[in-house]
T-cell receptor, first 114, second 115 residues
């Protein structure tokens, strides 16, 4: 069975600084995708970034980038130039093609200090 | 972008009543829809997977008779919480996908409060 672990329940960052959220996963599958979702207080689920396991290049989306270490089964999210609007709960998620299901980590609450 | 509408956004009802939550994909046909439950400050837990025209597949521990799922068309899935009790109070979120390899698009969720 696949599992996703986010070991940081809460993180804090100063506005304009950089923060990295950790995520590890466990799977025996070779065909899978990894995601980071943001859930602000409104509780809407917003896709931040997506990484295909077969791609070696780390995905980037503006201020958001990932460090995908396939052998170590690690998928961390780096937020650069943090903004107040980045404050939210962030979920790492794993998707395996063979199950068609999205497995979420426990979440990390990010606080951005002005 | 793909839009998923979930209705109602908030519902309060008495214990023992049944509540229906709708999930619609507004601008695409969803081959599969998913229903999640989320308790405060916790992660999303998959309840069931719904494919159009077929019975939903429930995750282990989810009561089929308590949480009725119907996926009548490629744009609509409904979750009915039958004979709801206070312990069913939670945040319910649906998502929809065009096909297996596309990202899930989430509705805005429904806050269910059972008195």
């Amino acid at each position: 069975a696949q599992t996703v672990t986010q070991s940081q329940p809460e993180m804090s960052v100063q506005e304009a600084e950089t923060v990295t959220l950790s995520c590890t996963y466990d799977t025996s599958e070779s065909d899978y995708y990894l995601f980071w979702y943001k859930q602000p207080p409104s509780r809407q689920m917003i896709l931040v970034i997506r990484q295909e396991a077969y791609k070696q290049q780390n995905a980037t989306e503006n201020r958001f980038s990932v460090n995908f270490q396939k052998a170590a089964k690690s998928f961390s999210l780096k937020i650069s130039d943090s903004q107040l609007g980045d404050a939210a709960m962030y979920f790492c998620a794993f998707f395996a093609s063979n199950t068609g299901k999205l497995i979420f980590g426990q979440g990390t609450t990010l606080q951005v200090k002005p | 972008g793909a839009v998923v509408s979930q209705h109602p956004s908030w519902v309060i009802c008495k214990s023992g009543t049944s509540v229906k939550i709708e999930c619609r994909s507004l601008d695409f046909q969803a081959t599969t829809m998913f229903w999640y439950r989320q308790f405060p400050k916790q992660s999303l837990m998959l309840m069931a997977t719904s494919n159009e025209g077929s019975k939903a597949t429930y995750e282990q521990g989810v009561e089929k008779d308590k949480f009725l799922i119907n996926h009548a068309s490629l744009t609509l899935s409904t979750l009915t919480v039958t004979s709801a009790h206070p312990e069913d109070s939670s945040f319910y979120i649906c998502s929809a996908v065009r096909d297996t390899y596309q990202p899930q698009h989430f509705g805005d969720g429904t806050r269910l409060s059972i008195l």
